[in-house]
């Protein structure tokens, strides 16, 4: 009986992932059900657009989010990264345009290397476009483990790039960051919606996304098969569902028009981002 | 006993939670017995160093992490990423420098939007400093997505910056990327290790990794407790434990002449992954 039972409960779990990929395959056969409840919690991963509700995570929830999101894997073991933590709303919304019941604002960090180097009296520099990119990639990892500790948890997220909207120096004065070696990469708005989303958000997976051996290059009959599958409302790939309203033939003629086309002609030379990353040191001179 | 039984469970998955946070304060009485196998999966994270066995993923074990490593947050769903899958051992090790059973290079990559905007004759530009952060942010989210469903299905992990050490045109010949809009940023390697690790890495959390409300500057008495704490050889914090023999006093004395101090003083003027960075469009002219 105890078996029928396991039995039951791993086909439940199985059943309960998206697209019905882990009833088939190998897969199945060597995951165990607590595996296969890792996997269901990814394939549930939403974000939450604004409507947090008022409701507050415990604080001991915050910490275990924060301690957990340390163990993603990161460049030489010197966490090249800093986590700001605020519970307060109104400093959310001055921040990233998004209020819940906690925003953590993972930055780029070197500055606790640099402390540590002057501390011990060698010299370390931190600059150029690769301590940039080296360090971004350690900043996301962790975001992403912290989103999914929080989901663990019950609890929802938004990641926002809000942060990098209308002037971003207010990031560095409300948070009074480094003006060196730091640069805020991505905001998490953590907290629990009102209202669940209507629909689980749709995936491009084929051509153009994941490559075998070698890139592919799209031809113009998968660009086509890629329209048709934003204009497919079973697939919920889209950021509106009124589309067709302004007279738009595709789902991504309204993208490349009204959502694109509203921040205008792209403009030229040096833009706010990178004179800020400038600053940081995070952008080689150029010859 | 039915309920007797459940405690016995949930006692026990949260005692393998490092640290044992999960056994005090409000996370426990929240989180079910399930929500704890996720945390403690997170927690359970590591990162294989070179030690690959021969032992192969199957296939649909593959599909399974890059199905779900899709499911992570992205800009206005367009995915700005893609994923080369390789299984060819050769080739990853003149990737990357490692070799396991499943080589992902997960790549900042807008060719897929690009050549939607061609095929419906709208003008998009995916050029600039704030395209590449937005789509390296994209990527990173995925990748971690990967890590952690490869590691529910019992598979290990390297993220490893490989790919931008020596002459990093080579990715990009071998497995012919596009030059503009696509950047190979991180590699991930999935396997089976011949042994496990020997120890969970210790992770830095207080002073200058979690800041409350304000970022906080850490004190020299801060900077001396990090020191002490790479030091301990409890904290398994170091990249080596042999330091002492080089005649170092701490750990992180050998790190910063030793580990930093083996690629020399660094490069004046632009550096090439900038150049290629520039390339791509990814670098914004400096008026």
Redesign the interface.
């Known amino acids: 009986m105890a078996a029928t039972s396991a039995r039951r409960v791993f086909l439940e779990k199985g059943a309960l992932v998206?697209?019905g990929?882990?009833l088939?395959?190998?897969?199945v056969a060597?995951?165990s059900g607590?595996?296969?409840?890792?996997?269901r919690?990814?394939?549930s991963?939403r974000?939450i657009h604004g409507n947090f509700s008022e409701k507050e995570i415990?604080e001991?929830?915050v910490?275990?989010v924060?301690?957990?999101s340390?163990?993603?894997?990161n460049?030489?073991?010197?966490?090249s990264y800093?986590?700001?933590?605020?519970?307060?709303r109104a400093?959310m919304k001055e921040l990233c345009g998004y209020a819940g019941s906690c925003l953590m604002v993972f930055c780029v960090d070197y500055?606790?290397s640099l402390?540590?180097?002057?501390?011990?009296g060698?010299s370390?520099?931190a600059?150029?476009?690769?301590s940039f990119?080296?360090g971004?990639?350690n900043t996301?990892?962790c975001?992403?483990?912290a989103?999914?500790?929080a989901?663990?948890?019950?609890i929802d997220?938004?990641?926002t790039?809000g942060i990098?909207r209308g002037d971003m120096e207010r990031v560095w004065r409300i948070?009074?960051?480094?003006e060196q070696a730091?640069f805020p990469?991505?905001a998490l708005v953590l907290g629990y919606p009102t209202s669940p989303p209507e629909y689980r958000?749709g995936?491009?997976?084929g051509a153009?996304?994941?490559?075998?051996?070698?890139?592919h290059?799209?031809t113009?009959q998968?660009?086509?098969e890629?329209?048709r599958r934003y204009d497919d409302p079973r697939e919920h790939?889209?950021?509106v569902d009124d589309w067709k309203a302004g007279g738009h033939a595709?789902y991504?003629?309204w993208?490349?028009?009204e959502?694109?086309g509203r921040r205008g002609p792209?403009p030229?030379?040096?833009?706010q981002?990178?004179r800020l990353?400038r600053r940081c040191g995070f952008?080689?001179?150029?010859?």
Chains 1, 2 share one sequence.
Request: hydrophobic share 45%.
């Open positions: 998206g697209g990929l882990l088939t395959g190998p897969a060597r995951a607590d595996a296969n409840e890792v996997l919690t990814l394939n991963l974000t415990p001991a929830e910490e275990t924060l301690q957990t340390l163990r993603a894997a460049a030489s073991n010197m966490q800093s986590i700001v933590v605020t519970r307060d400093r500055n606790r402390a540590s180097a002057r501390s011990l060698h370390y520099s600059e150029g476009t690769e990119v080296t971004a990639v996301v990892l975001a992403q483990t989103v999914i500790a989901k663990a948890l019950g997220s938004l990641l790039n990098h948070l009074d960051l480094p730091c990469l991505i958000k995936r491009l997976d153009g996304v994941i490559h075998r051996e070698r890139y290059r799209i113009p998968e660009a086509e890629i329209t790939l889209g950021l595709h991504l003629d993208f490349f028009k959502w694109v792209l030229t030379g040096e833009a981002m990178q990353l952008v080689d001179s150029q010859k």
